[in-house]
Structures are given as C-alpha cells and as structure tokens.
C-alpha cells in the first residue's frame, strides 16, 4: 500500500500541535532546569513535525511547503489528535499528556523505522532515539508526582483522568496508514499502564473521547492555538528570520 | 518552590580527557539532577559523559586560608623540572 498524504500528516500535526503546546511552558515551569527540559522536548516535536511536513508536502504533489501546511492550513484540514490540542497549563496534565504521546510515538517510530517506505524509516530513525528521552522524562516525573505527597498524587491522577479518554484516537484507524495504528494499541497501553502502577496511581476506568481530530474535527481549543501560532506568518507573507 | 538542591555538573567532552566541571543546577534528586544536566549543558553535543554531585558534598578550601594552603609552593622553585639542568648527553629525559 502506498503512503497517504493524511497519514503523514496526522504524526506531522499530532508532532507540530504538541510541539506548540509545550512551547507555553517556556518561562512557566516550575524550575529553570524543567523550562529548559519542556522547551527542548517542544523543540524535538517541531522538527520531527518540519520532516514529516516536508515529506506530506511532497506526497500530495501540489508544492506546498513545510511552512504552507504549518501556517496556512485552517483547522479543519489538521489532522492530528484531541490529546495534544487542549490547553495545558497544569503540570501533571503536561506530564500525563506527554506519557501517552511519546510512548505512543515511541513505539510507532520503531515501527516505521523497519518500514517499506524509506522516508518516514529515516525521520523515524532520527526520532525514536528523541522520543525515547521524552518517555523517560514523563515516566521519571509520573513515579515522583504519583509517589510524592498527597497533593501530587491527587493531581496526578486527575491529570490521567482527564486524558486517558484521549489515548483512544492514537490507535483509529487511518487510510494509507505505513503502520496500522490498531497494531500498536497492546504495546503501548502496556507500557503507559505499568508507569502508572510503578507511580502508585490507578489506571483510570473511564469511557474513551469522541475524538475526530484524523478527519478535520476538533475542539475550540485548536483554532485558538493556530491563531498565535500563525498570526505572523499571515501577517506577514513570507517573512523570514 | 526554591526547595530543590544544588547540583554541580561535570562534563566530559570526549573520550580520553577528564571530566570538567561545568556549572550547577537544582533537582529534586540524583536521577532528574543527571537529566537537567544532559539538558541545561550538552544541548550543543558538549559530552559524552556528565557527571553529578550535590553541592553539599563538596569540600572546598577556604578563601581566607589561601595563603596558608598556596603560598608556601612559591619559593620552592625546585618543585619544577624547569629547576634542573639536564646534563649533555642523558639520554630518554
């Protein structure tokens, strides 16, 4: 089966939307070092997101650059999840989010990287080793939030709460998909799951999210964060740094 | 939210020289120290190994003893190979 245009772009804007979440916690964050931490992760996420632009681009053959699709698309032709384009402000919330993404893209990075398309393999070759760090930093803060005092226990399993109904999409199925997004579900709930009893948290029981967000339906929160994230491009056509 | 401790950070650059120390941080602990560290001072490929300590650990001489500790080295100027003359003719010196 060949690559879809819209399966690039989902891990394109799911990479790109999280990115620019994770962008709002630069000056925010509780200590300079997780400033830094948090920015770098942003970082990694928008330049997988510029590879995997680049490369939607040039699969749906009407020239449109890594810079059209990120800044003149309106939200109804983004294709990534619920999960990464609510707000975030709430560090547990940042956390859980960024458990369930990058071990989600953790896995399927290593999956594409054994793929017959030889692009993504080498965008994925690169991002694995990324996202591998960023299970890791949300899998060390989960132990220490769950495992912490009362207070972050609390907070931490309400973080879950309110996005475990999320992780569901992640595994929809998507047309002219390289891998099967269903065929990660076992694997990557696994791992998210055994984070969560290793932090002394519960996994929650709870119903899964409408979603839509891999056909163009979002919630209000994504034309919100495209406005900021575009506003200067459309401003200004064509300006560079 | 000042309660994290101080860290110092060493970095090696690259294999075969010594670990440098490199500057400080906070974390709450040994582990997340190690990972503010890989992120506060080798983002631009510095290491390739880091090591941390906590502050407290280290013992440092005291300023106001410093000539007690140093100034004694200075006249004794044999301490340094440039002290002796090398004789004609040794050999493998």
Same mark, same amino acid.
């Given at each position: 089966m060949?690559?879809?245009?819209?399966?690039?772009?989902?891990?394109?804007?799911?990479?790109?939307?999280?990115?620019?979440?994770? +962008?709002?916690?630069?000056?925010?964050?509780?200590?300079?070092?997780?400033?830094? &931490?948090?920015?770098?992760?942003?970082?990694?996420?928008?330049? #997988?997101?510029?590879?995997?632009?680049?490369?939607?681009?040039?699969?749906?053959?009407?020239?449109?650059?890594?810079?059209?699709?990120?800044?003149?698309?309106?939200?109804?032709?983004?294709?990534?999840?619920?999960?990464?384009?609510?707000?975030?402000?709430?560090?547990?919330?940042?956390?859980?989010?960024?458990?369930?993404?990058?071990?989600?893209? +953790?896995? %399927?990075?290593?999956?594409?990287? +054994?793929?017959?398309?030889?692009?993504? &393999?080498?965008?994925?070759?690169?991002?694995?080793?990324?996202?591998?760090?960023?299970?890791?930093?949300?899998?060390?803060?989960? %132990?220490?939030?769950?495992?912490?005092?009362?207070? +972050?226990? &609390?907070?931490? #399993?309400? &973080?879950?709460? *309110?996005?475990?109904?999320?992780?569901?999409?992640?595994?929809?199925?998507?047309?002219?998909?390289?891998?099967?997004?269903? *065929?990660?579900?076992?694997?990557?709930?696994?791992?998210?799951?055994?984070?969560?009893?290793?932090?002394t948290l519960s996994v929650p029981q709870v119903a899964p999210a409408i979603g839509g967000g891999r056909r163009g339906l979002h919630t209000e929160h994504l034309g919100h964060l495209l406005a900021e994230m575009q506003h200067l491009h459309r401003s200004h056509p064509g300006a560079t740094w | 939210m000042n309660a994290w401790p101080l860290w110092e950070v060493f970095v090696r650059s690259r294999r075969g020289l010594s670990h440098v120390h490199v500057g400080s941080l906070h974390a709450p602990d040994a582990e997340l120290a190690l990972r503010n560290a890989r992120d506060v001072y080798t983002r631009r490929q510095e290491g390739v190994s880091l090591w941390v300590v906590p502050s407290s650990s280290i013992v440092a001489s005291d300023p106001g003893e410093r000539d007690a500790f140093f100034d004694p080295a200075e006249d004794k100027v044999y301490r340094h190979p440039t002290f002796y003359d090398v004789p004609e003719g040794v050999e493998h010196l």
């Open positions: 060949t690559t879809s245009c819209d399966y690039v772009l989902a891990l394109a804007d799911d990479a790109l939307v999280s990115a620019q979440r994770m +962008s709002w916690w630069i000056s925010r964050a509780p200590e300079l070092e997780e400033d830094v &931490a948090l920015a770098n992760i942003g970082l990694d996420q928008l330049g #997988q997101a510029r590879a995997l632009l680049t490369y939607a681009g040039a699969l749906e053959g009407a020239g449109r650059t890594e810079d059209d699709l990120a800044y003149l698309r309106d939200d109804r032709e983004f294709r990534n999840v619920w999960l990464v384009e609510r707000p975030q402000p709430d560090f547990g919330v940042t956390i859980a989010r960024l458990l369930m993404l990058a071990t989600w893209q +953790s896995e %399927l990075y290593a999956a594409l990287v +054994s793929s017959s398309d030889a692009t993504l &393999a080498g965008i994925a070759g690169k991002a694995v080793k990324e996202v591998a760090y960023h299970v890791d930093h949300a899998r060390l803060w989960t %132990l220490r939030l769950g495992d912490g005092t009362e207070v +972050s226990h &609390a907070r931490m #399993q309400a &973080a879950l709460e *309110s996005e475990w109904p999320h992780l569901e999409e992640l595994f929809a199925p998507v047309d002219g998909a390289v891998v099967d997004p269903r *065929s990660l579900r076992d694997r990557v709930m696994g791992r998210i799951e055994e984070v969560v009893v290793e932090a | -």
